[in-house]
Nanobody, 124 residues
Framework: QVQLVESGGGLVQAGDSLRLSCAASGRTFGSYAMGWFRQAPGKEREFVAA????????SYADSVKGRFTISRDNAKNTVYLQMNSLNPEDTAVYYCARSRKSHYTQFVYDYDYWGQGTQVTVSS
């Protein structure tokens, strides 16, 4: 069983930065791609960023490209999301998820394990 635990969310002002972390249990963390998704009230869960098993390839939603950076430390079983230049439209619950595969996708259904989420609120 894989468990994912996010941390690092909070209330910030527009223009601020936050760094989210996702700690994973299990010995096979380094074999799978990981992703970050977010869900705002009344909206569907949407893709934010993903990283392949080695960390050598990443993908971002257009809305966060250039502002957010995903990374991973396989020795620590942890994936990160550095979020800069936050704006109120980034307000959501952020979830990390483990892909079913070693390469990443942007589709929710390709991820089989999910964390409980961490709230990010950006005030204007």
């Amino acid at each position: 069983q894989v468990q994912l635990v996010e941390s690092g969310g909070g209330l910030v002002q527009a223009g601020d930065s936050l760094r989210l972390s996702c700690a994973a249990s299990g010995r096979t963390f380094g074999s799978y791609a990981m992703g970050w998704f977010r869900q705002a009230p009344g909206k569907e869960r949407e893709f934010v960023a993903a990283i392949n098993w080695s960390g050598g390839f990443t993908s971002y939603a257009d809305s966060v490209k250039g502002r957010f950076t995903i990374s991973r430390d396989n020795a620590k079983n942890t994936v990160y999301l550095q979020m800069n230049s936050l704006n109120p439209e980034d307000t959501a619950v952020y979830y990390c998820a483990r892909s079913r595969k070693s390469h990443y996708t942007q589709f929710v259904y390709d991820y089989d394990y999910w964390g409980q989420g961490t709230q990010v609120t950006v005030s204007s």
